[in-house]
C-alpha cells in the first residue's frame, strides 16, 4: 500500500480491501441482522427471566430504563357474575384451561383488591419507563352485573393515548344476554414524548390475530401480537412483568432488541425457558 493511499483511508479506519471494493464498484455483502446493543446499567437483568413478584423486581430497576412493556396480567376470570367457564347448566366447560386458575395465582382476587393491584403494577411500570416510552397493556372487556366492565377504573389517571382492538378468531359464549365476545383491548399508554416507529402509524388500530394452540401455558397471547407492539416502538430494552410461556422475549429477539421478563410461577419459568432455548436453536443473535 502507497504511503499516499494510506494516509486516505488510515483516518477513515477502512482497510485496503475495502477501498478496493469502493473504486472497482463491488457490491456489499448481504447485511447481516442487526446485533442486539446490551444496555450496560441493567446487564444483570437483561435477556433473563426472573422468578419474582413483578411490582418487587420493577422497583429494584433502574427508574426510565425501559422503553417498551408489552404485557398481559391475569384478567381475574374466575371472579365474574357470570361465570363464562361455566355452559349455563352447571357443569364446567372442560376446554377452559383457567378454570383451576393459573399455577401460582388463583385468577380469583375480589374487584376491588384486583384493581388497586393492577394500579400498582401500572404505576411501578410507569416509573422504569424512558419518557420516550410506552406501556402495551392488553385486558379483556365483560359483562359484569349486566353492565359492561370496560377496565376503566384500573386505567383511569394513566396516560392511555389510544385503544387497540385485538379481534380473535371465533370462541364460544354460554350467556343469552350478549352477543359473543370475539375481541380483547390494547391499551396504549404513553410516556409525553413518544412516538411511533417510522411508518407505524400507517397500521390500524385493529389487529385480527388468531388466538394461540397448542401452547401449554392456560392463558397465551401469540407472538405476532407482542411483535407488532415492540416493531411500532422505536427501540430501546422491551419489559413483560406478566412473562408467562415466554412469548414477549421471543417477540423482542425477532426484533434483535434487549428485553427482560418477569414472572412469579416456576412451572411458567420454565416453560418460557425452554421455549426460548429452542428459539435459540434457530436464531442466534449476536450480542455485543
Not at 144 to 171: E, M, N, S, T, Y
Amino acid at each position: 500500500m502507497s504511503n499516499k493511499v494510506r494516509q486516505i483511508i488510515e483516518p477513515l479506519n477502512a482497510s485496503f480491501e475495502d477501498v478496493v471494493k469502493v473504486i472497482s464498484g463491488a457490491p456489499n455483502a448481504e447485511p447481516e441482522k442487526p446485533a442486539i446493543q446490551v444496555n450496560k446499567t441493567l446487564g444483570k437483568w437483561t435477556n433473563q427471566i426472573h422468578r419474582s413478584d413483578c411490582i418487587e423486581l420493577m422497583n429494584q430497576l433502574p427508574k426510565e430504563s425501559i422503553s417498551c412493556i408489552v404485557t398481559s396480567p391475569p384478567y381475574n376470570l374466575k371472579n365474574s357474575t357470570g361465570n363464562g367457564m361455566k355452559d349455563g347448566r352447571g357443569g364446567k366447560w372442560p376446554n377452559a384451561a383457567l378454570q383451576k386458575g393459573y399455577e401460582a395465582h388463583h385468577d380469583n382476587m375480589p374487584h376491588n383488591e384486583y384493581v388497586e393491584w393492577q394500579r400498582n403494577c401500572l404505576t411501578a411500570m410507569m416509573r422504569v419507563l424512558t419518557n420516550d416510552g410506552v406501556i402495551f397493556y392488553n385486558h379483556k372487556w365483560r359483562v359484569q352485573g349486566g353492565l359492561l366492565q370496560d377496565r376503566h377504573d384500573i386505567v383511569d389517571g394513566f396516560p392511555v393515548r389510544q385503544i387497540i382492538i385485538w379481534k380473535r378468531a371465533g370462541g364460544i359464549n354460554f350467556n343469552a344476554g350478549y352477543f359473543l365476545p370475539t375481541y380483547e383491548v390494547i391499551y396504549m399508554i404513553c410516556k409525553p414524548d413518544f412516538k411511533l416507529s417510522e411508518g407505524a402509524n400507517k397500521m390500524g388500530d385493529v389487529w385480527e390475530i388468531p388466538q394461540v394452540k397448542g401452547n401449554e401455558h392456560p392463558a397465551p397471547f401469540p407472538v405476532e401480537l407482542a411483535q407488532r407492539c415492540i416493531e411500532a416502538s422505536p427501540g430501546g430494552i422491551v419489559l413483560d412483568p406478566f412473562m408467562g410461556s415466554g412469548t414477549t422475549a421471543i417477540a423482542a429477539m425477532n426484533q434483535s432488541r434487549n428485553w427482560i421478563g418477569i414472572e412469579l410461577s416456576k412451572e411458567y419459568c420454565t416453560l418460557a425457558n425452554t421455549r426460548i432455548a429452542e428459539y435459540n436453536k434457530k436464531v442466534q443473535p449476536k450480542l455485543i
